[in-house]
């Protein structure tokens, strides 16, 4: 079974804290995903990572940053958190197929709550 | 620009009725289309589906695509209440292939 773990499930912090956010994937998933759900907008990417060291922005990469120094583990930065960046983050991980192939499923860790007062 | 709209966006019904759920989508070079169950915590993957007409089934849930319409539905018989969930559909397109476009979801409540 694929795991995806996130290293809190509840977070409060400060405004104007610097906040990481762990995701750690067991299945040697080339690439990895970081989204925010909000409450009627859904779940929108902020960045993916398909290879070590590689990132791409996603549709809100705004106020966050990322970092992929292991296969396994991808790290969501915010440098100085806004009380706008309250949310549930959630990593997700897939294989990365050949080009002009259907993309496998991705899977989701647990999610991390996080709230800025 | 690419999109996914699932339809309705909530829905209560009681347990043993079937309920159909709609994703339609809008993208460029349409790939894959999933669908996700999500309760309280992350979404778990159903099903994907990438051929017309090819019905996917497990247990009571089944889902098919028509690249016509360019829809594709999740059906739930007998619903339970284990079923109540928020059922989240996602396109791939062109392009980067690792990109998911997401719908709103359906938030679904099965009373007993």
């Known amino acids: 079974d694929v795991k995806v773990t996130q290293s809190s499930r509840y977070l409060v912090k400060r405004t104007g804290e610097k906040v990481f956010l762990e995701c750690v994937q067991d299945m040697d998933h080339e690439n990895m995903f970081w989204y925010r759900q909000d409450p009627g907008l859904g779940l929108r990417l902020i960045y993916f990572?398909?290879?070590?060291?590689?990132?791409e922005k996603g549709d809100i990469p705004e106020g966050y940053s990322v970092s992929r120094e292991k296969k396994e583990r991808f790290s969501l930065i915010l440098e100085s958190a806004s009380t706008n960046q309250t949310s549930m983050y959630l990593c997700a991980s897939s294989l990365r197929r050949g080009a002009g192939l259907a993309a496998y499923e991705q899977y989701f860790g647990p999610g991390t709550r996080l709230t800025v007062t | 620009e690419d999109k996914v709209v699932q339809s309705p966006l909530s829905l209560v019904v009681h347990e043993g009725d079937t309920v159909t759920l709609n994703c339609s989508y809008e993208?460029?070079?349409?790939?894959?289309l999933l669908w996700y169950k999500q309760e309280k915590k992350a979404p778990t993957f159903l099903f994907m589906l990438t051929s017309s007409g090819i019905e996917k089934k497990s247990g009571r849930l089944s889902s098919i695509l028509d690249k016509k319409e360019l829809s594709s539905i999740l059906n739930i018989t007998a619903t339970q209440t284990g079923d109540s969930a928020i059922y989240l559909c996602?396109?791939?397109?062109?392009?980067?292939?690792?990109?998911?476009?997401w719908g709103l979801g359906t938030s679904l409540a099965v009373n007993p």
């Open positions: 990572s398909y290879d070590v060291k590689m990132k």
């Open positions: 993208v460029t070079n349409f790939r894959s």
């Open positions: 996602a396109v791939q397109g062109a392009g980067n292939n690792r990109k998911l476009i």
